[in-house]
């Protein structure tokens, strides 16, 4: 091995290091709507981004800081003061001069994708027609759920009265289950 192909293993290998170590910090942190509290949404940054209380921000000067609020292109900006603990400066900067802060291991990890595509090949399209034509597990339906109307009545049970107005509609006509019930607020409709 020559040393230029040495030189390129230990790169490759710090780099896989890397990326190793960014996927366990993503890892770790804190997942899910019910660990945090609902984000309060302010304006936009200067484009489609909306932007919420206490979104970290880069700041001009390439610290870190937070935002309070953002209203007619400006943005009132906390950050951690450097000289005393526990104290925060406040400032109010235009949105063209913030940038959104991205987790550096986040980069990283999306960045492995990039100029990736995937192999096509003949035994994925078949594999993908095979399960797409297999049926769907016990209790699953494709597709998007149906709404169905609850008429309080079992299917097979046949209620009959001498009054046809106290007999319910037949299950899955929907138009004459609407215009059966729908007399309820007038008095006249009987209501399950």
């Not at 509290?37 to 610290?63: E, K, M």
């Not at 494709?142 to 309080?152: C, L, S």
């Not at 319910?168 to 309820?184: K, M, N, T």
Request: glycine share 12%.
């Amino acid at each position: 091995m020559t040393i230029e192909e040495l030189e390129r293993l230990r790169a490759e290998g710090k780099r896989r290091t890397a990326v190793s170590l960014a996927a366990c910090s993503l890892a770790c942190r804190k997942r899910g709507r019910k660990e945090r509290q609902p984000r309060i949404w302010t304006g936009y940054f200067g484009g489609r981004r909306r932007a919420y209380r206490g979104q970290p921000v880069v700041l001009p000067d390439n610290s870190l800081g937070f935002v309070y609020g953002i209203q007619r292109g400006e943005a009132a900006i906390w950050k951690d003061s450097p000289f005393v603990v526990g104290e925060e400066e406040h400032l109010v900067l235009h949105v063209s001069q913030l940038r959104r802060y991205k987790l550096p291991s986040a980069v990283l990890l999306g960045g492995q994708k990039r100029g990736k595509k995937e192999r096509q090949s003949r035994r994925k399209q078949d594999a993908c027609r095979r399960n797409g034509r297999r049926p769907c597990g016990p209790g699953k339906r494709r597709g998007r759920p149906r709404k169905a109307v609850n008429t309080g009545i079992k299917p097979g049970v046949a209620i009959t009265s001498e009054r046809p107005e106290d007999n319910p509609p037949p299950v899955g006509d929907f138009g004459a289950y609407v215009a059966y019930y729908s007399g309820h607020r007038s008095g006249q409709g009987r209501w399950p």
